[in-house]
């Protein structure tokens, strides 16, 4: 594929809010996990929240569509100087010319949550300020972010569990590629809800504990929230040294919560991903696994990677830092990949005190420096939804 140049990229998680801040974690092993004190929730376990977000409000002019999902991507597009990338690139491209492409899989549900316990104890209508189009309805986060960008290009927003938001750089490449866009605004957002908490709790996912991936004793997922976009352009800009090189998507269907045991979609994934960016899987100076913390996960994941580039790369998981966001989960962790290459940085894995032995992939524990030219991405979701990105320094 033609690389698409990384001009500006933005993250806020339950590691704070900012690349600097996040890096800055990340180098530090602080976690932004706590024990689950969300909402009415009384389950035992931990979650990656974004404090403050109760208080804040979306922009005035948006206010229908104020809700916690969209309060969390308006938190995340103010970061990194992220808007004023975006209104040069409009200034360049035109706003019609910049497509605008949203990964996210609960969307808005915690307004309707709430909205069900404000039911009309004698109708049981539900209350009249409830606004579904504007915040549950899978598409009110791309239309808030075009809007709020003050964008007319093309827009949507894909929802594929826990890829949809590492496969809206995959959409993006190709709508540009088809010159129906110059540039791309991608990314995701998601929140904790009770929905999920209480979901992942019935699917018996959820740890007690602190996720800790890979480890031969992990027992399950902690949720967490955040958002994360990516300024795409097709021409190089003065100072982006970064740009996206390759992207593989793959759907195995093996079941519809369990990844196929051998990993044989993920490896689909990774192997398209390398052939788009022209490289070889030796290449790779580091790969961001998805690493769930969960034992099927894990395992198969591990078989996949190992089965495209052997034990030669050093891979880690993230999520013992921010949780898992679901939706928002490969934006995160792009950003995270793209942060590394900057930094020239390989992080461990958090939490993880023992690597589980049957796993044959190089899991270093503690983060180290490193020169990094290319890194992988890794975002596999329900019923085999896979989505691997390569990454690397433009020269």
């Known amino acids: 594929m033609q690389p698409l140049v990384v001009t500006r990229f933005a993250i ?112 049981q209508a539900l209350p009249a300020g409830f606004r579904y189009q504007a915040t549950q309805n899978t598409y009110s986060l791309g239309d808030f972010v075009r809007r709020y960008l003050g964008l007319t290009g093309p827009a949507f927003v894909v929802s594929s569990a826990c890829s949809s938001s590492a496969k809206v750089f995959g959409n993006a490449a190709r709508m540009i590629a088809a010159g129906a866009c110059d540039a791309a605004v991608v990314g995701g957002a998601d929140t904790l809800c009770l929905t999920s908490l209480y979901g992942f709790h019935s699917l018996e996912l959820i740890s007690r504990q602190p996720c800790r991936p890979f480890d031969a004793e992990r027992d399950g997922i902690s949720l967490g929230e955040g958002a994360a976009f990516v300024l795409l352009e097709k021409q190089p800009r003065a100072g982006s040294e970064l740009a996206l090189l390759g992207y593989g998507e793959s759907a195995d269907a093996h079941h519809m919560s369990t990844p196929h045991p051998e990993g044989l979609g993920a490896a689909l994934a990774m192997r398209a991903a390398l052939e788009g960016a022209g490289l070889a899987p030796g290449d790779l100076g580091y790969i961001n696994l998805h690493g769930t913390g969960t034992r099927n996960n894990d395992s198969a994941e591990d078989a996949g990677v190992f089965s495209v580039v052997g034990d030669r790369v050093p891979c880690s998981g993230t999520k013992g830092w921010t949780g898992h966001a679901l939706g928002a989960a490969g934006a995160i962790e792009a950003v995270l990949t793209l942060l590394c290459l900057r930094h020239g940085y390989v992080p461990g894995t958090l939490n993880t005190q023992r690597i589980d032995p049957a796993l044959r992939t190089q899991l270093p524990l503690e983060g180290r420096s490193a020169p990094l030219e290319h890194a992988m991405s890794n975002s596999f979701g329900f019923g085999g939804n896979n989505c691997s990105l390569v990454f690397g320094r433009r020269h």
């Open 12 to 123: 806020v998680n339950a590691l704070g809010a900012g690349a600097g801040a996040v890096l800055e974690g990340l180098k530090a092993k602080r976690s932004g996990l706590a024990p689950c004190d969300f909402e009415i929730a009384t389950l035992d376990t931990w979650v990656g929240k974004v404090p403050g977000l109760e208080a804040r409000r979306v922009r005035r002019d948006l206010e229908e569509y104020d809700c916690r999902s969209n309060r969390l991507a308006q938190m995340g597009l103010e970061q990194d100087a992220f808007t004023d990338a975006v209104a040069s690139a409009r200034a360049r491209y035109g706003a019609a010319r910049i497509g605008v492409f949203i990964g996210t899989s609960t969307s808005g549900i915690l307004e309707t949550e709430l909205a069900y316990r404000q039911r009309d104890p004698q109708t």
